[in-house]
């Protein structure tokens, strides 16, 4: 469903080129439970957000469910991100003066649903995801375990068919991050693409296919 | 996004920081607050004063012995020399039109009035019973002046309240009599109190036939004619035909000046409208002062904000939603601090009109409008550059905090 081809990104840092995506062709199935793992700086953060459309490459093709989506528009990008991208962050970015089901219902107020559906739709996602009794808590009353879950509650609303992990347990202790990877896990079984980037090979590893990123380049598919 | 969203998501935005949002809704009220209280006393001056001539006579025509070439319609034409009188007789003339309702010749001096041994220096008029009328007069006893032929120089007068209470203390005056300059003449009517007339305290006046003044006074002239026209729209023929009139009567010569009050008061109405915009359009300044501090903090806000505009950009936001919810954040705040000035503004009107209670300081419509307009204007011209900036915001770096 994910097809790059040929993907080149640079960037202009001081004058001078940097190349952060070189020529990469990467095909992603549905349902896939793929990592990407490299070196800081390895692009693989690029990589993540070209495929979550944050990102636009200067050159090459990229079929999302067979549509070429290099040349959208920012209104036409917008709505796709929002039905088809779920995004979780490293430092989860909760907006603070917001409750978690305030939160969670982001996605579905940008997208204009009325208050009614958007609470239908978020009440049995916060019970599933055990944060019953935390809905009415702002993210600085939640422990990062909690604040996490709320995000990845927040990505799955709209039921897309992608979730893009940047980090997901970066900023997580152990048994909190290990929580979070199952629940991921969880969402994956349940038949949603999952690309996690992360640093920790505990993490990759886990994956059922681990692509390394060096230097803008596919070092290594264990699938594909 | 549904309009109801971005409201309340605005909201919650300013809601979040108090402070911030309190001294933007303080400088937005205060501009507002300027021009309604200041259009309001502006207006309220003009009103005064526009209705105090207007208690004149609206219609009035006043002709004035003398030319003023040079000094139309300025306190100076009020005591230019005489080269020639204007008579009862030209008064009479002038009368003869359709255009005219009503004419009242006028005489004025000085005389002492004497009864039982009590005296006193009192301006004593001459009029006819249109007098009453074009002055809009009240009596409080008695009668006017009888409506009979001007030249009867019949020995009564009108007293003043004021030159009533002296004279005769709380005696009844009525049928009494009392010396003017000399010649005795009988009191059969008493002005009220209100003494609403521009050029002379009426409480403090004796009101006689135009005849007696003149005989009191030797002379066979007039200190002036008013002459009320029918209406407002036949004023300038009624002053084509004025001044022909006494130019056929004075051998070809246009030797009066002729005043309308409605020019006077046009001219007034004018300055004070001009002030009255002069002080709003200040005020407005302190509005856009405002819009431009509503800029400033928004623009601070903004940088403050990028990981949360980023956000809704990775969530499905489009740069139009993003724009639309700080103009709307902007517009929420230009609205409740123009309530809120619209509060205080009228708050103190209210205030002046307890202390100045003649004074009708409530702001015209206009005034609230505009001052309603600008602040939205300003509102939504100087939030659509920190809008533009956050919706350009590329969402990769505005997550990463940078």
């Known amino acids: ?224 | 996004m549904r309009p109801v969203d971005t409201i309340r998501f605005g909201l919650g935005s300013l809601g979040s920081n108090r402070v911030r949002t309190a001294l933007m809704l303080l400088a937005m009220s205060i501009g507002v607050a300027a021009v309604v209280l200041l259009t309001g006393i502006g207006n309220g001056a003009r009103l005064y004063i526009v209705d105090k001539f207007a208690a004149l006579g609206t219609n009035l025509v006043i002709i004035i012995p003398g030319r003023a070439e040079t000094a139309n319609n300025t306190p100076a034409t009020l005591v230019g020399e005489t080269p020639r009188d204007l008579t009862l007789e030209d008064a009479l003339a002038v009368m003869r039109s359709e255009l005219v309702e009503r004419v009242a010749p006028l005489n004025i001096g000085e005389l002492s009035a004497v009864r039982q041994g009590l005296e006193r220096q009192v301006p004593v008029l001459g009029s006819t019973a249109s007098f009453l009328q074009i002055h809009h007069l009240q009596l409080s006893q008695g009668s006017f002046l009888p409506d009979e032929d001007w030249d009867i120089a019949r020995p009564v007068c009108i007293l003043g309240s004021k030159v009533y209470q002296e004279l005769f203390g709380r005696q009844a005056a009525l049928g009494e009599l009392i010396r003017l300059g000399g010649y005795r003449c009988r009191v059969i009517g008493i002005l009220d109190s209100e003494g609403r007339s521009l050029g002379f305290d009426t409480q403090e006046l004796v009101i006689v036939p135009v005849a007696f003044a003149q005989m009191l006074y030797n002379t066979s002239g007039l200190f002036r004619i008013l002459v009320e026209g029918k209406d407002q729209e036949s004023l300038a023929r009624l002053k084509t035909h004025i001044k022909t009139t006494i130019a056929k009567r004075h051998y070809g010569e246009e030797d009066v000046t002729i005043i309308t009050q409605d020019s006077i008061l046009a001219t007034f109405d004018k300055i004070l409208k001009s002030l009255t915009l002069t002080v709003a359009g200040i005020a407005a300044i302190s509005l856009v002062v405002a819009g431009i501090l509503i800029m400033n903090v928004m623009l601070m806000s903004v940088a403050q904000r990028t990981a949360e505009i980023g956000l809704c950009k990775a969530l499905g936001g489009t740069r139009r939603q993003i724009m639309a919810m700080l103009v709307c954040e902007a517009l929420l705040l230009s609205v409740i601090g123009g309530i809120l000035g619209l509060l205080i503004g009228f708050a103190g009107a209210w205030g002046i009109a307890q202390v100045y209670p003649e004074l009708t300081t409530t702001p015209p419509l206009w005034a609230v409008v505009a001052a309603m307009a600008t602040a939205l204007g300003t509102g939504l011209v100087f939030s659509l550059l920190p809008a533009g900036r956050a919706a350009r915001l590329d969402p990769i770096r505005a997550l990463a905090g940078r």
């Open chain 1, 1 to 224: 469903m994910i097809e790059l081809s040929d993907i080149c990104r640079t960037f202009a840092v001081g004058g001078q080129e940097v190349r952060a995506m070189d020529h990469v062709c990467l095909a992603i199935g549905a349902g896939e439970y793929l990592s990407i793992m490299g070196p800081s700086g390895s692009g693989k953060s690029t990589l993540l957000n070209i495929i979550g459309l944050l990102d636009t490459p200067n050159s090459g093709t990229y079929l999302l469910d067979g549509r070429d989506v290099t040349s959208l528009g920012d209104e036409q990008l917008a709505a796709t991100r929002s039905l088809k991208i779920g995004f979780i962050f490293q430092f989860f970015h909760l907006i603070s003066r917001l409750t978690a089901t305030e939160n969670i219902e982001l996605p579905l107020m940008l997208a204009g649903v009325p208050a009614r559906q958007r609470h239908q739709r978020s009440a049995p996602l916060i019970d599933s995801f055990g944060l019953g009794n935390r809905r009415h808590h702002r993210p600085d009353e939640l422990s990062g375990g909690q604040r996490q879950r709320v995000a990845i509650a927040r990505a799955v609303i709209n039921q897309p068919a992608v979730l893009l992990a940047d980090e997901p347990t970066g900023n997580l202790d152990r048994s909190s991050g290990a929580e979070i990877i199952e629940l991921l896990e969880e969402l994956n079984r349940g038949g949603q693409t999952l690309v996690i980037v992360t640093h920790d090979p505990e993490i990759g590893e886990r994956a059922r296919r681990l692509v390394r990123v060096v230097d803008g380049r596919l070092a290594s598919d264990s699938g594909g």
